[in-house]
Structure formats: C-alpha cells, structure tokens
C-alpha cells in the first residue's frame, strides 16, 4: 500500500528552529513535496526534493533520504505567521502525477 | 494574474440535492484534480484529469461526478448518493498529467455544509 506519516501537532516557540518529520511508503517514488497551509485557505508550495540531501530556502530546509523513505522540514527564526498545518506529499510517479498527502502537522508558535 | 478559482467560498445546500462545484484555471495547465479535506484526515483524491475530455476516478470517487469538456474547467457535482458531503474541497492542477513536472497548484477551495 501507500502510505504517508507525519506527527498530528508540535507546538514551539517564536524565535527557535523546529523539524517536522515525515515518512513515506509509495509504490514508485518521483520526488517528495512539502505544502503550508493556514486554517480555511489553499495549500502553498514550499519545497521539492528528488534526489538525496538538503535543500534551503531562505528560513525553511527540506531534507530527503530516499534509502529511508524520510523527508522532514527545517523552520528556523520560527515567526507567529509560521502558525499553520504542513502537509507532506509523495509523488509515487508511474503514468500519472498524483500526489499521496499525510494528514498534515499542525503547528501551534508560542510567543 | 493567472491562478485558479472556485466558487462559492462557502456553499449551503439541504440534504438529498445534487450541487456543483466550480473550478476554473488559466495556468494552460493539463492536469486537474479534485481533494476532500476532512479534520484530521489530509487531502483526500476524489477525481483527476490528466488531459481534456479524459478523467479518473481517485480514491474517494463514490457519490461524486465530474466533467472535463474544457481544458480549463473542471466542476464537481456532489450527488445525493454522497453519504457524508459536508468538507472542505479543494481543485488543484499542474502543468502535466502524467509525467515531468508534478507540482500541483491549489485554488481557495469551497466549504460545502449540508444542513
């Protein structure tokens, strides 16, 4: 089956780093999306990983390990606007570009 | 500016009737998808189209309908055999439908309530 897991909710505090963990089992495997989403509004795109390693934009990271199934995002000099759900998708690739969510993490920031 | 839309933002219907929902994009874009997002649940698919006048069915298929007569439309009609309608719906699309560039682009999505 195919199958994507991200913890339910984290909480931090303004101004510190938090990572948000995801793990993913998928028939085939075409790259791994990370989406923020606020309350009542449409997913954004933050980031996209294929190949291996770390990529970095401005204060968000996404990492990939494609050996492990594991992909997580990085949030540093966490803001109050930060406060939404992030959703992990994997793209299992093969003859269509579907995507396969997890539930999504909400993210609480604390001042 | 281009993007995609639905309408309504939020949409009341009584229970039994059939309702449509709209979705419009002017990305030039290929592919197009419908999603149910329940709380706690993430995005669910519903149905996709990788090109015009072809669609298929996703993973929560029952009780929904859709068309794709035009490559920039793509409605969702939410029948009475839909045993749990009330959701938050959301349409995306990407450039491609079946290979190459997967990212999807979401429009502000519809709050249907059935009373």
């Known amino acids: 089956g195919q199958n994507i897991d991200q913890p339910t909710e984290m909480t931090a505090t303004e101004g510190a780093i938090v990572q948000i963990n995801c793990t993913y089992q998928t028939s085939g495997f075409n790259g791994l999306f990370w989406y923020q989403q606020h309350a009542g509004e449409a997913p954004t795109f933050l980031s996209y990983?294929?190949?291996?390693g770390l990529e970095e934009k401005g204060r968000f990271s996404s990492f990939l390990s494609r050996s492990k199934g594991y992909s997580y995002l990085l949030l540093k000099e966490l803001q109050m606007k930060d406060s939404a759900s992030y959703l992990c998708a994997a793209a299992p690739g093969g003859a269509t570009n579907k995507l396969i969510f997890g539930t999504g993490t909400l993210l609480a920031v604390q001042p | 500016d281009g993007g995609i839309t639905q309408s309504p933002k939020y949409l009341f219907r009584k229970e039994g009737q059939n309702v449509t929902l709209s979705c419009e994009q002017n990305?030039?874009?290929?592919?197009m998808y419908w999603y149910r997002q329940d709380p706690g649940q993430g995005l669910r698919l519903i149905y996709y189209s990788q090109i015009v006048n072809d669609f298929q069915k996703g993973d929560i298929a029952e009780g929904y309908s859709v068309s794709r007569e035009k490559k920039e439309s793509f409605p969702l009609t939410v029948t009475s055999a839909q045993k749990n309608p009330t959701a938050f719906y959301l349409c995306?699309?990407?450039?491609?439908?079946?290979?190459?560039?997967?990212?999807?682009?979401f429009g502000p999505g519809t709050r249907l309530t059935v009373l």
């Open positions: 990983n294929v190949l291996d």
């Open positions: 995306a699309s990407s450039i491609e439908g079946r290979t190459g560039n997967n990212e999807q682009f």
């Open positions: 990305l030039n874009h290929d592919a």
